[in-house]
């Protein structure tokens, strides 16, 4: 999960994470690393892309200018490869030389012509392994940004094989390959977005193995942000459970939401490990959008080692650009980094989920539309609009997934509805059709879709209940359609 709610208070998050984790000691370990509201706030408003660091023991990493593939930055350790070694003294300058320089020729020539696949073909990674004096090598080669062909800068992520990892990953590719084909039939079948995420939820949990991840959890957000598991699965021993457990928005931070989008696979080899610094010979910061061992913000870690993670894994399922929902997977044993290959396996199966949700998206919307269609059929010409909402209103609120439907006479300022449908409780007050009959002009259409912005009319929780609505009006009849405030805060 992502850090915890700002509003949070701090007997109850020692409870929740005791009652969680199902460990006496959880509220002391977590109390000893708590933050304060200055830091629990940090995350909402830092670029999690330019910390500047990544993981330790995860990989190696350098940045090279296209198209002379000059190296402008590098961890601290990249020095320490293998095949650096050889050729680099202690006094040599590395920034500013060419990759080709250092890199086994082999290498280098592969590295040269992924990106140069990678601007032909507009893709955002290419993989590639190479072999060196009996040491195995990966290599993940990413853009800075995501338009690539203004892309001047890219990663190269390196990772050392033992020859029986290298051995696994040939055996494991074939292996995967039927795997994701029968996946791919499984979500076929799947009727919905949440359908299709469980199935990919236990597929990976079962991919990764025993030795990996003790939990996976599918996790949606609601229309305000909001997040609710509605999914897990885990080992037999593991007795505590997250699914149904709701979280308030602020439970994944705007950058991160923004991050995943980009980014969708995101993993943390070791909460305790120590991050590596990258040092440039440019002023400005370096992207680390595009690479995956970036570091992680303290307060994820603080967050995670409340709730005993040692190690986890995130797969964003994006729909229509927003972050839809995330397949969680947690360790709590030992540290755990997947491998090359069950990374791109995750990623292609995350892929397919947000195509199955966007998919499904669409099909709601036109079935929306046919329900409204046949709905408006119904509609009495003969009648006013008042006297067919009386008839249709209840049906109107179901088509449009709504709660409350209130309509008036622009006229009528007293208390008296001209028409009210669905939960009376969430009808709004006198103040609320005098704010929208300043800010929408006749003929006019108003749509505030999270409570964020309904509160930026300076309406409140008392003459505006729900937690977002669509108002239109004519020169005669104001008519508001809400829904009530889904979110179920964990404080």
Not at 16 to 36: H, I
Not at 300 to 327: D, N, T
Request: aromatic residues 8%; charged residues 25%.
């Amino acid at each position: 999960m992502a850090p915890p709610p700002r509003d949070i208070t701090l007997s109850s998050t020692s409870q929740q994470l005791s009652q969680a984790t199902g460990d006496e000691e959880a509220t002391l370990t977590f109390r000893e690393t708590l933050m304060d509201e200055i830091q629990l706030n940090e995350c909402d408003y830092m670029n999690l892309n330019f910390l500047g660091n990544i993981q330790g023991d995860a990989s190696n990493v350098a940045f090279v200018s296209y198209p002379n593939l000059e190296i402008v930055a590098m961890d601290t350790k990249f020095r320490e490869l293998a095949f650096m070694k050889e050729r680099v003294r202690d006094d040599d300058i590395i920034l500013g030389k060419s990759a080709q320089r250092f890199m086994p020729s082999s290498m280098f020539n592969k590295v040269e012509k992924a990106i140069e696949d990678m601007i032909k073909a507009s893709l955002l990674r290419e993989f590639v392994f190479d072999w060196d004096n009996d040491t195995f090598y990966s290599l993940c080669v990413s853009t800075t940004t995501t338009d690539i062909q203004k892309d001047t800068l890219f990663s190269i992520e390196i990772e050392i094989l033992d020859e029986m990892a290298m051995l696994d990953i040939c055996a494991e590719r074939d292996t995967l390959s039927r795997t994701l084909t029968n996946i791919g039939r499984a979500l076929d079948l799947c009727s919905t977005g949440e359908e299709a995420a469980k199935v990919a939820c236990d597929a990976v949990f079962k991919i990764l193995g025993d030795n990996a991840y003790d939990r996976g959890m599918v996790y949606i957000f609601h229309d305000d942000l909001s997040g609710e598991v509605i999914h897990e699965i885990k080992k037999e021993d593991l007795k505590s459970s997250y699914y149904g457990m709701h979280f308030p928005a602020s439970d994944v931070p705007r950058s991160a939401r923004l991050l995943y989008q980009k980014n969708v696979v995101r993993f943390i080899q070791n909460v305790d490990g120590q991050d590596i610094p990258i040092v440039s010979n440019r002023t400005a910061p370096i992207d680390l959008t595009q690479v995956r061992s970036r570091c992680v913000h303290k307060c994820h870690l603080i967050y995670c080692r409340g709730m005993g993670i040692k190690c986890c894994m995130s797969l964003a399922l994006v729909s229509q650009g927003e972050l839809w929902g995330l397949l969680s997977f947690h360790g709590y044993t030992a540290p755990f980094k997947p491998s090359l290959h069950q990374l791109i396996a995750c990623e292609a199966i995350a892929a397919c989920v947000s195509a199955r949700v966007m998919q499904n998206v669409k099909k709601e919307k036109s079935t929306r539309l046919m329900l409204m269609g046949q709905l408006f059929q119904k509609w009495d010409p003969t009648a006013n609009v008042l006297e067919n909402l009386h008839v249709l209103g209840d049906q109107v609120v179901n088509v449009m997934e709504a709660d409350v439907l209130a309509a008036r006479v622009k006229s009528d300022k007293s208390a008296v509805w001209s028409v009210a449908k669905g939960n009376m409780e969430l009808l709004p007050r006198g103040l609320f059709w005098e704010k929208m009959s300043e800010q929408v002009p006749t003929y006019g259409l108003c749509v505030k879709s999270t409570k964020k912005t309904v509160k930026e009319l300076d309406l409140t929780d008392v003459n505006c209940p729900g937690s977002d609505f669509v108002f239109i009006r004519n020169d005669k009849i104001e008519i508001m359609i809400g829904r009530a405030y889904r979110e179920r805060d964990v404080v």
